[in-house]
């Protein structure tokens, strides 16, 4: 077991001592895997839209949709939650390219289930096993409450989106420009409360993090300019979510003092 597995397991082992709640983790680089629980199925919350966002990139290549293609967004679009478009004074327009920027860095909502009507269910289905996941579905749009009520939930595990942090790197998916669109949009994203919120400064990140009530996520690329790691952690039964915020930004910074080689 090396040093930076023993620190991730004693810092989860402590947090358990304290804390309710499930948690799994998933951390690859080339030399090492260190893992609990990769194939513990979780509600997805707002990770499932990086499996979103790969599939408008898929159609954006075929030419099935176009970047440029503009979405009217009505009232009856509107959804709570996270994101700029709920908030509008007026009923705005966007294009499929506005969409995805603001699922992925403002994990806009509204935007969200606009793209998954645009992209049909079917399709993202198709992309679900194209791509391999095992256990991601996707069952709903965002913030659907009846839906989730009747137990139709989005859910995923860490594999799986480990699997769709490799897309970003993988040229035989994507192409070079969707990749580096995802990529941009994730480099910048807003929401930097866990994995990213203590990393060292030579280390960076792009992610795509997650959260309902009880349940908090996040899943990224933390790079130098030598090193990559693909980073998952999933955990839900929480009494408080910060509870789980503080787990996975000590475990962002295990990581990234690992990748700027300053553990001891």
């Known amino acids: 077991m090396s040093i930076v597995e023993e620190k991730v397991r004693l810092i989860v082992q402590q947090w358990s001592s304290m804390y309710r709640g499930r948690v799994s983790y998933l951390f690859e680089t080339p030399e090492e895997t260190i893992e609990q629980g990769a194939t513990n199925v979780y509600p997805s919350a707002s990770t499932i839209k990086l499996l979103v966002a790969i599939e408008a990139c898929r159609q954006l290549d075929s030419g099935v949709i176009l970047a440029h293609q503009t979405i009217g967004v009505k009232q009856s679009d509107i959804v709570g939650g996270d994101g700029l478009l709920s908030v509008y004074p007026y009923s705005p327009t966007a294009t499929v390219k506005e969409l995805l920027i603001l699922m992925l860095i403002l994990s806009d909502n509204t935007a969200t289930n606009l793209l998954i009507k645009l992209l049909g269910q079917e399709c993202i289905q198709g992309c679900i096993k194209d ?36 897309v970003l790197y993988r040229k035989d998916v994507l192409s070079e420009p969707s990749r580096k669109l995802l990529k941009e949009s994730l480099f910048n994203q807003r929401l930097r409360d866990k994995l990213p919120s203590m990393l060292n400064e030579k280390c960076f990140i792009l992610n795509k993090p997650g959260h309902l009530h009880g349940i908090t996520h996040d899943c990224g690329v933390l790079f130098t300019h030598h090193k990559r790691c693909y980073a998952v952690v999933l955990i839900d039964g929480l009494k408080h979510n910060e509870y789980g915020r503080r787990l996975i930004a000590d475990l962002g910074q295990v990581i990234s003092e690992a990748l700027t080689q300053q553990i001891v």
């Open 131 to 166: 791509l391999g996941l095992k256990n991601t579905q996707l069952n709903r749009q965002m913030m659907d409450i009846q839906a989730s009520a009747e137990g139709r939930d989005n859910v995923t595990t860490a594999a799986d989106l480990l699997t769709c942090l490799k």
